[in-house]
């Protein structure tokens, strides 16, 4: 009778072909492999459309709906995310062109400062069974009262939305079998489509308001007894949030970009336009339904369920689904599957971790998270103190130490990073401990900002803390 262990030898481990910079099996996967050359047919314009693909969800565009609803100008708010855009492109332009000249992913990139990390869970398949919810709303309007009582309050869901999040899951799971490279047609899909719901959105939002100036005009009224000048810091930090797991991640992205150039301009242009953009149909659309409703539905898809237009509803709740699972697969499951890759290369690769990713969606109950806009904008701004640290120390690291010692490859040796015992990258047992006091060092500072963010009424924490810790990412980032 077999043992488990030659079970997994036998029946769940991935080949292993042979390759001269992947010299032991504990550090070999194809996935992890450099994108061989013949692989690597992303265009300037498939990362550009990435941007499309990624900004235009219900994720993105509550995310500046909701820095409205917790009292910010409309105008204030789109400055602030427009800021905030700029400052998210810099990091992500410069991991962007190590992964395109490089071809490698972030997790093997960290290995040149430090162990790689698994990270992130996110909540865009909630988001998505929302949008399944909207539509089977759409055609049974009752469908919003079925089995009304059969989940207590106190779950933050209702059993319509917990049947569309599980049709949402089950239809995001072919997704997930797309390989990487081929991706890019799924950009080019929702270049096609999204512009024409954004189109629809914003028409609708100016003419049910009676123009866009009345919006920008709204007086901003801080909750929580916070500044105004508190806010617009708070929302610079939840526009970066909205991206900042692509501050470090974006490798696993542009590795398949075969121009680092082009690569790094499109993304310049791309991402504060196209995000921005987002994030004005967000605000747009918060502060209109101020007017038309009297209250402010921060989350979009609520507003598409209260509207009468049944087709209109369907078929806003269908382009949204659309884009929410584009966003998941490039923004959420591609990230973790290489995270997960990386732990266990002779068993994970990316499409087996994206699956696993998948399976542990249903454990975090994002509906805790979205149950209120500040829930959702401390869920952000808390989350980035994390990845701002990694991301100062690894473009710190690149940029800055290896450039200036002129290291004779140019910055990084590809072929040591797959070299574990005495590689040039192992550093003390394959940690770097430099890398790791740097990180500690951009994370500490900020802690007692993420106790705040998780409970406001904590005592001990000084306002005058809270209000320096608006910019909790970019502190972190340069305190790192």
């Given at each position: 009778?077999?043992?488990?262990?030659?079970?997994?030898?036998?029946?769940?481990?991935?080949?292993?072909?042979?390759?001269?910079?992947?010299?032991?099996?504990?550090?070999?996967?194809a996935d992890?492999?450099?994108?061989?050359?013949?692989?690597?047919?992303?265009?300037?314009?498939?990362?550009?459309?990435?941007w499309?693909?990624?900004?235009?969800?219900?994720?993105?565009?509550?995310?500046?709906?909701?820095?409205?609803?917790?009292?910010?100008?409309?105008?204030l708010?789109?400055?602030?995310?427009?800021?905030?855009?700029i400052?998210?492109?810099?990091?992500?332009?410069?991991?962007g062109?190590?992964?395109?000249?490089?071809?490698?992913?972030?997790?093997?990139?960290?290995?040149?400062?430090?162990?790689?990390?698994?990270?992130?869970?996110?909540?865009?398949?909630?988001?998505?069974?929302?949008s399944?919810?909207?539509?089977?709303?759409?055609?049974?309007?009752?469908?919003?009262?079925?089995?009304?009582?059969?989940?207590?309050?106190?779950?933050?869901?209702t059993a319509?939305?917990?049947?569309?999040?599980?049709?949402?899951w089950?239809i995001?799971?072919p997704?997930l079998?797309?390989?990487?490279?081929?991706?890019?047609w799924l950009?080019?899909?929702?270049?096609?489509?999204?512009?024409f719901?954004?189109?629809?959105?914003?028409?609708?939002?100016?003419?049910?308001?009676?123009?866009?100036g009345?919006?920008?005009?709204?007086?901003?009224?801080?909750?929580?007894?916070?500044?105004?000048?508190?806010?617009?810091?708070?929302?610079?930090?939840?526009?970066?949030?909205?991206?900042?797991?692509?501050?470090?991640?974006?490798?696993?992205?542009?590795?398949?970009?075969?121009?680092?150039?082009?690569?790094?301009?499109?993304?310049?242009?791309?991402?504060?336009?196209?995000?921005?953009?987002?994030?004005?149909l967000?605000?747009?659309?918060?502060?209109?339904?101020?007017?038309?409703?009297?209250?402010?539905?921060?989350?979009p898809?609520?507003?598409?369920?209260?509207?009468?237009?049944?087709?209109?509803?369907?078929?806003?709740?269908?382009?949204?689904a659309f884009?929410?699972?584009?966003t998941?697969?490039?923004?959420?499951?591609?990230a973790?599957?290489n995270?997960?890759?990386?732990?266990?290369?002779?068993?994970?690769?990316?499409?087996?971790?994206?699956?696993?990713?998948?399976v542990?969606?249903?454990?975090?109950?994002?509906?805790?998270?979205?149950?209120?806009a500040p829930?959702?904008?401390?869920?952000?701004?808390g989350?980035?103190?994390?990845?701002?640290?990694?991301?100062?120390?690894?473009?710190t690291?690149?940029?800055?130490?290896?450039?200036?010692?002129?290291?004779?490859h140019?910055?990084?040796?590809?072929?040591?990073?797959?070299?574990?015992?005495?590689?040039?990258?192992?550093?003390?047992?394959?940690?770097?401990?430099?890398?790791?006091?740097?990180?500690f060092?951009?994370?500490?500072?900020?802690?007692?900002?993420?106790?705040?963010?998780?409970?406001p009424?904590?005592?001990?924490?000084?306002?005058?803390?809270?209000e320096?810790?608006?910019?909790?990412?970019?502190?972190?980032f340069?305190?790192?």
């Open positions: 009778m077999q043992t488990l262990k030659q079970f997994a030898a036998n029946h769940l481990a991935l080949p292993q072909p042979d390759a001269p910079h992947r010299p032991t099996s504990r550090w070999r996967s992890l492999d450099p994108v061989p050359k013949a692989d690597k047919k992303w265009e300037w314009y498939h990362i550009g459309g990435f499309i693909a990624e900004g235009f969800s219900a994720g993105q565009v509550q995310a500046s709906s909701a820095a409205v609803a917790i009292g910010l100008n409309p105008g708010a789109l400055a602030a995310y427009a800021i905030g855009n400052i998210a492109a810099v990091p992500c332009c410069g991991v062109y190590i992964g395109s000249k490089y071809s490698i992913n972030f997790p093997v990139l960290a290995r040149a400062t430090a162990d790689p990390q698994l990270r992130k869970q996110q909540i865009q398949s909630y988001l998505g069974g929302l399944v919810q909207v539509m089977i709303q759409a055609i049974w309007p009752s469908f919003i009262n079925w089995h009304a009582d059969a989940l207590p309050a106190s779950a933050d869901i319509s939305a917990l049947l569309g999040f599980a049709i949402f089950l995001s799971l997704f079998y797309i390989r990487p490279p081929k991706l890019r950009f080019i899909a929702k270049i096609a489509t999204m512009p719901l954004w189109t629809a959105l914003f028409a609708w939002a100016l003419t049910a308001a009676g123009g866009f009345p919006l920008m005009r709204m007086p901003s009224r801080p909750m929580g007894g916070m500044s105004e000048g508190y806010l617009f810091c708070y929302a610079v930090t939840a526009s970066i949030s909205g991206v900042n797991t692509f501050t470090v991640s974006l490798p696993d992205i542009t590795r398949y970009a075969h121009d680092p150039r082009s690569t790094t301009l499109a993304q310049a242009i791309g991402l504060p336009v196209c995000l921005t953009m987002t994030y004005l967000g605000i747009t659309l918060a502060a209109s339904t101020q007017v038309v409703y009297g209250q402010i539905y921060w989350n898809l609520e507003m598409v369920a209260v509207w009468d237009n049944r087709p209109a509803k369907f078929f806003a709740g269908l382009l949204f884009a929410n699972i584009g998941n697969v490039a923004g959420n499951s591609i973790f599957g995270d997960l890759m990386t732990l266990f290369p002779r068993y994970i690769d990316i499409r087996r971790g994206q699956f696993v990713c998948a542990l969606g249903f454990l975090i109950c994002p509906w805790k998270i979205q149950n209120a829930n959702f904008l401390a869920f952000l701004n989350y980035s103190i994390f990845l701002g640290p990694i991301a100062g120390v690894m473009l690291d690149y940029y800055i130490l290896r450039r200036r010692r002129r290291h004779r140019n910055g990084l040796n590809v072929s040591q990073l797959y070299t574990p015992h005495g590689g040039l990258y192992w550093y003390r047992r394959g940690i770097n401990p430099r890398a790791i006091i740097a990180y060092a951009g994370l500490i500072p900020l802690l007692p900002s993420l106790v705040y963010q998780i409970n009424a904590v005592g001990g924490i000084a306002r005058g803390y809270v320096f810790s608006a910019l909790a990412w970019l502190e972190c340069v305190f790192a």
